[in-house]
């Protein structure tokens, strides 16, 4: 199954304690399943946890809200070899990719070394959803902020750049998200783009952002543009997920 044209959703969300078990997944990773479109089987979800480490525990805690949800979950690792001799046959069969978060520069460079940049670019042009939450929201696009280098935030700007467009995370809940991003769009070492708060999703058809999402009531997404040598910073109102809290 292949969504109708090719679809990003970039998280600063997706996943919340369960009732029952460790993690359950939240209405934006539900959303992004949901775009893909499927019928008449479970879907397909593909979870990489590359930017934190394959961590296998986190890996189990997923199977478990998987089973719970109806979403049938698979791992693509790359440590400490990859897990699937095709790695593009095992993707292209999954209706979903969902990213972890973690080091987006390690992701990166671990990405590109293994030829994985090239694997998700053709899944996403071939209908492949492409989803995930902080390093795995910020890699899609031109660049963001991370602190895959140390606690004070710096720009990465080597992002896979199926969106051309820079990413901000975690807007809301880390202070120095939100002005460094404004400074790194402000001095042109990062496009104009978009940011979101924790609970916000945004959704991308091709490299247009046709809405943000929510799955927490009062969050909001934000348009990061440039005017001469300042960011200017416009909220855009996300539409509230079945499910939301």
């Known amino acids: 199954m ?5 679809t990003i959703v970039a998280t600063s969300g997706g996943l919340r304690r369960g009732a029952r078990s460790e993690v359950e997944l939240g209405p934006l990773v539900l959303h992004a399943v949901e775009l893909a479109g499927v019928t008449g089987r479970a879907p ?8 934190g480490g394959d961590q296998r525990t986190a890996q189990a805690w997923l199977n478990e809200a998987g089973r719970v949800a109806g979403i049938a979950v698979s791992h693509l690792n790359v440590f400490p070899m990859p897990n699937v001799a095709d790695v593009l046959g095992h993707v292209l069969a999954t209706d979903v990719v969902w990213v972890g978060g973690g080091s987006v520069a390690n992701l990166l460079a671990l990405w590109r070394l293994h030829g994985w940049d090239a694997v998700f ?5 071939r209908g492949v959803v492409l989803a995930g939450v902080s390093a ?21 700007a080597n992002g896979l750049g199926l969106l051309p467009h820079a990413n901000g995370v975690h807007y809301d809940s880390e202070p120095q998200r939100r002005p460094l991003f404004q400074r790194l769009v402000a001095d042109g070492r990062l496009p104009e783009g978009y ?8 959704v991308y058809r091709g490299t247009e952002l046709v809405e943000a999402v ?8 934000y348009h990061v543009t440039r005017d001469g040598t300042r960011a200017v910073e416009t909220r855009i109102e996300p539409r509230l997920l079945p499910g939301s809290v």
């Open 121 to 125: 670019a053709e899944a996403w042009a």
């Open 136 to 156: 795995g929201s910020i890699c899609w696009h031109a660049g963001g902020t991370t602190d895959s280098f140390g606690p004070e935030l710096v720009p990465v």
């Open 44 to 51: 397909r979800l593909c979870h990489v946890g590359t930017a």
């Open 195 to 202: 940011a979101t708060d924790d609970g916000v999703g945004l």
């Open 214 to 221: 929510a799955e927490v009531r009062g969050k909001s997404a």
């Open 2 to 6: 292949a969504a109708d044209a090719p």
